[in-house]
């Protein structure tokens, strides 16, 4: 994490060092993790920022590939649709209201995909029982993390591959909607 703010910093370091306390050694006032980064890792790291512009340019091309697939285009989140920023090409995310019958007969045919966001994280155990849980409706953050299915997105993900991934969704929308692909 990058940060000007320096109070924000330092709540990282001590999320980062198990949520130990800025004063005192051995105590623990806030939930954190052993989130230190190895030698290794930070070697890693420095070498793809170095690369970054032509890791992005890669992702990014696949995304564009994925949006020229109208079925995949027609479900893509509407961040792919802008034209305002650029998607960094962690996930290509499409929402589907069958989505778990379309993530089956993707996993079938050999196509790994991620469910990101399931379930909401008012339904995670750790949510439940800290005090700051939220008692309001959740109904569209519901909906948003049942219908999401991130698609495989690597440099390597030639447009064959998209068609291939594009065709075997489509097939699987029109079997569970009597031959319309829906949304």
């Given at each position: 994490m990058v940060t000007d703010n320096p109070d924000l910093a330092g709540r990282l370091r001590r999320i980062r060092n198990h949520g130990e306390s800025a004063t005192q050694k051995y105590q623990w006032d806030i939930l954190g993790s052993n989130l230190r980064m190895?030698?290794?890792?930070?070697?890693?790291?420095?070498?793809?920022?170095?690369?970054?512009?032509?890791?992005?340019?890669?992702?990014?091309?696949?995304?564009?590939?994925?949006m020229d697939q109208a079925v995949l285009a027609q479900f893509a989140l509407p961040y792919y649709h802008?034209?305002?920023?650029?998607?960094?090409?962690?996930?290509?995310?499409?929402?589907?209201?069958?989505?778990?019958?379309?993530?089956?007969?993707?996993?079938?045919?050999?196509?790994?995909?991620?469910?990101?966001?399931?379930?909401?994280l008012d339904r995670q155990p750790l949510y439940k029982v800290l005090p700051f849980r939220s008692g309001g409706r959740l109904e569209n953050a519901r909906s948003f993390s049942e219908s999401c299915l991130s698609l495989p997105l690597h440099a390597r993900l030639r447009t064959r591959d998209v068609c291939r991934i594009a065709a075997i969704l489509e097939a699987a929308m029109c079997e569970s909607s009597g031959g319309k692909a829906i949304c």
């Open positions: 190895t030698d290794i890792a930070a070697c890693l790291g420095l070498s793809q920022i170095r690369r970054r512009h032509q890791i992005l340019g890669s992702r990014r091309d696949v995304i564009h590939r994925y802008s034209t305002s920023h650029q998607p960094n090409g962690f996930t290509f995310t499409v929402r589907l209201q069958n989505r778990n019958r379309v993530q089956r007969k993707l996993t079938e045919a050999g196509v790994e995909t991620r469910v990101m966001w399931y379930p909401c």
